[in-house]
């Protein structure tokens, strides 16, 4: 079993910048890959990126450049700055964590098992 704790999130104005944290505890090294899923009120949730194990990112690509994922190992901590922030960033934060794939198509995917309770980021002025 992993458990994640989120932290970090808030009310941020337009243009403003956070950092999400989330802590990992328990059988982490039954997981080699975390990342970043936000869902907006109304909306279905929507992965933002993800990190393996060996250090390989993936972003969607409407965020590439203002959302930048890292990770702690010696923290078991994952974190995610996010710049420029809109008010369409709104939105819960999960932190996740699973394993990694790869589609037919030759993509690499993290396929998440385990999840936090989430973090509330608003943007908003």
């Known amino acids: 079993e992993v458990q994640l704790v989120e932290s970090g999130g808030g009310l941020v104005q337009p243009g403003g910048s956070l950092r999400l944290s989330c802590a990992a505890s328990?059988?982490?090294?039954?997981?080699?890959?975390m990342g970043w899923v936000r869902q907006a009120p109304g909306k279905e949730r929507e992965g933002v990126a993800y990190?393996?194990?060996?250090?390989?990112?993936r972003y969607i690509d409407s965020e590439k450049g203002r959302f930048t994922i890292s990770r702690d190992n010696a923290k078991n901590t994952l974190y995610l700055q996010i710049n420029s922030l809109k008010p369409e960033d709104t939105a819960m934060y999960y932190c996740?964590?699973?394993?990694?794939?790869?589609?037919?198509?030759?993509?690499?995917?993290?396929?998440?098992?385990?999840w936090g309770q989430g973090t509330q980021v608003t943007v908003s002025s």
């Open positions: 990190i393996t194990s060996d250090g390989r990112k």
């Open positions: 328990g059988y982490t090294s039954s997981t080699d890959c």
């Open positions: 996740a964590a699973g394993s990694q794939y790869i589609s037919r198509s030759g993509d690499l995917g993290c396929a998440y098992n385990y």
